[in-house]
């Protein structure tokens, strides 16, 4: 199966700006997008990088992996997403495209394959009773990641975008199935979604976190982080 990874390469995780400087935050996302693509390529998925501008997948902070294709398209998230949906048109003549966040830094290859599953994409899969849209939701209502297998399906990028998704579906009379897993809901956003992936990541992103001098700060509420 395809699938799209949005990354964006020039401006990435501005949220983060009160724990990483600007150069940190643009290996940060680089290492993150790395795990990610290592994942999906060993759950069998094909994965495309969709860049707001041109880089080098191969020439990175993370050595090895996979080296996708990158299309660069510096439209929106939203416009950019659904330029790809109008091209490939799933589950139309299309096979299901699977849309995956270059920042769920928790992800493993037994989380892609359960999202995976179902929606045949050129690996033979039975399709019978498979969704036409799979949806993650991620922190804050947000949509952490598809698989769409209806050529009307669009996306509708931040705010509440899980529900919105929802209601595209319905419009467009396309079958949903909510896909609940905590490692694909966690995209890492913000400093307190350090702590997640200090607690549950083993890939190359968590190691950067500790080199970088972050570990967990549990002295009082919820779990956060500090840096020495
Ligand atoms: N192609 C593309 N990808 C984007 C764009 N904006 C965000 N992304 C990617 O989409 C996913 C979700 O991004 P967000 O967490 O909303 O944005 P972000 O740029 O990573 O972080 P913030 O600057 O804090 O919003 C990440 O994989 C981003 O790299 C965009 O305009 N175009
Ligand atoms: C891509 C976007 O991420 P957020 O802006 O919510 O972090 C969303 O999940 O709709």
Do not use: C, Q
Not at 114 to 126: C, E, I, M, N
């Amino acid at each position: 199966m395809e699938v799209l990874v949005p990354f964006s390469a020039d401006r990435p995780k501005s949220r983060l700006a009160d724990a990483l400087s600007p150069s940190e935050r643009a290996t940060f996302a680089r290492t993150m997008l790395a795990d990610v693509l290592a994942a999906i390529d060993r759950a069998g998925g094909d994965p495309h990088v969709l860049a707001t501008d041109e880089f080098d997948p191969s020439d990175g902070p993370v050595a090895g992996g996979p080296s996708p294709p990158v299309t660069v398209d510096d439209r929106p998230l939203t416009d950019a997403v659904n330029a790809v949906l109008a091209e490939r048109r799933p589950g139309g003549e299309g096979d299901p495209l699977a849309v995956v966040m270059a920042d769920l830094a928790l992800a493993t290859p037994a989380a892609f394959d359960r999202l995976f599953a179902g929606h045949a994409g050129g690996d033979g899969r039975d399709r019978s009773g498979a969704p036409d849209v799979s949806i993650v939701p991620g922190r804050g209502g947000g949509t952490n990641a598809l698989v769409v297998s209806h050529p009307r399906f669009r996306v509708d990028y931040h705010g509440a975008s899980y529900l919105d998704h929802r209601r595209i579906a319905d419009e467009v009379g396309a079958t949903v199935r909510t896909v609940d897993s905590h490692r694909l809901a966690t995209d890492v956003d913000e400093r307190s979604d350090l702590a997640e992936l200090l607690i549950h990541g083993d890939g190359a992103a968590a190691a950067w976190l500790r080199e970088a001098g972050f570990s967990l700060d549990a002295d009082g509420g919820r779990v956060g982080v500090v840096r020495e």
